[in-house]
DNA sequence: CGACTCTTTGAAGCGCGTCAATCGAGGTGG
DNA sequence: CCACCTCGATTGACGCGCTTCAAAGAGTCG
């Protein structure tokens, strides 16, 4: 928590870090200099702790958010009670843009699952953005694609995939190499990747020593794999 | 199978009802003239036979699609060949317009459910009008926002119900009435109504068959709720 | 050291997939 | 017109995969 004091503050200017991330996001990263400061002059920054809420299901939509830095849970609740995570944003992600030409209602609850700095768009002046410039309108249109895919590979992996498949899958899409051994690190806690993957954090854990066979070996959030190439074929 | 002669021909002129169809599609109900010109000239329309491929995961992507009739099975396969359906699209709805501005390949298969109708968007086309003309930039965003919207529903769903809830959502959301009696038909064969839940074709029969005791009567493609109200309880 | 929180492990149960057999509807041909 | 064939839908039996609950282990901070 070496953050807290940054936590208190909302509105702050950019650091530089943040201001790089947002940069290089779909979002801005293809805008000409005129539609960069009219996105930029939509937006402010924000910053919340841990387990904030940032909106709720069912609220009227009057912004989108990028995520800066931490990550994001965007979860769904049954009637009695037990919650579903339907996506995990993390640095440079966008989420709620599809209600700037979708619904007239947040679909889902958003939550900070660690400390956060997030970019708040105005959804009307983006709105209103996008249909002057159409490098705006483009960079909406290839958000949201990457965005569709990305839910819809979500869907497939669910229904094609055991638990152990899904989590080589996540280990593999982020070895940089092709084969022969690898070591990455996971950028937040077990529990988070679980609801990524749509599984309860016991199942994960199970995962995780199913894949030990395979060569995973995994110590907090360090984790090795002897042979990529072997993990695979699971 | 009365429509055998006019599956045989391609590039057939519109017929009213399909013409109807197209206008409500959210990508060309809002255009003004001359973009309607634009898009109907990128446009061709083609008939299949049932269980004709429309493109494969992997192929360079040249076209998106919109259902004039019948439904079409968006799938794609496990290394072992099993396949799970991603989504059914039915009349009005649009598919793979992601790619004109997500991946460079198709992200999975599309088959014809049925015997069905379709009108092929060139995306080169489409791209090109889009750059040039914002109100088809909007009909794009629009399309995308809703199409996503749905994807993240679909996670939800799988994530948070089980069988027969999923199934009693998709029969309360096709139900006119808030309470009381109703009756609505499915449009299309039971085995894709599972596929589109997430289902194996016996599951949906059992969950038909869990309903039964919640007021729920099933005879082919007819299905009749005794009490919407007690249907939405569960 | 003790009080958190996160993770792991065990045990039990349920939901759903799979395989196989049966049933029913539609269409075909004798 | 009926026997037959095919395909979709149903039902039963079985097993696997995951959730749930409970408890113990591991890490982290005061």
């Not at 940069?23 to 402010?44: C, D, R, Y």
Request: proline letters at 3%; one cysteine or more.
């Amino acid at each position: 928590m070496e953050e807290t004091a940054e936590m208190m503050n909302s509105n702050l200017k950019l650091n530089s870090r943040d201001r790089a991330v947002l940069m290089k996001t779909p979002f801005l990263n293809g805008l000409g200099s005129s539609s960069l400061v009219g996105m930029l002059s939509a937006m402010s920054v924000l910053s919340l702790a841990s387990r904030t809420s940032i909106f709720r299901e069912g609220e009227k939509p009057d912004a989108f958010y990028c995520v800066l830095s931490g990550y994001v849970r965007l979860y769904r609740l049954s009637h009695e009670g037990r919650e579903a995570d339907i996506q995990i944003c993390g640095p440079g992600e966008t989420f709620a843009e599809c209600l700037l030409y979708g619904g007239d209602r947040y679909a889902h609850h958003a939550q900070a699952a660690e400390n956060v700095t997030l970019a708040r768009f105005d959804m009307q002046a983006v709105r209103d953005l996008a249909d002057e410039q159409k490098d705006v309108a483009r960079a909406v249109m290839t958000s949201l694609s990457r965005h569709l895919l990305n839910s819809m590979d979500c869907v497939a992996n669910d229904r094609l995939f055991t638990a152990p498949q899904r989590v080589a899958n996540y280990i593999l899409a982020r070895c940089p190499v092709d084969g022969g051994p690898a070591s990455i690190r996971l950028p937040f806690q077990k529990s988070l990747l679980a609801g990524m993957l749509g599984l309860a954090p016991e199942a994960l854990s199970r995962a995780f020593s199913t894949l030990r066979k395979t060569g995973v070996t995994v110590r907090g959030r360090a984790i090795q794999v002897v042979d990529v190439a072997a993990l695979r074929d699971i």
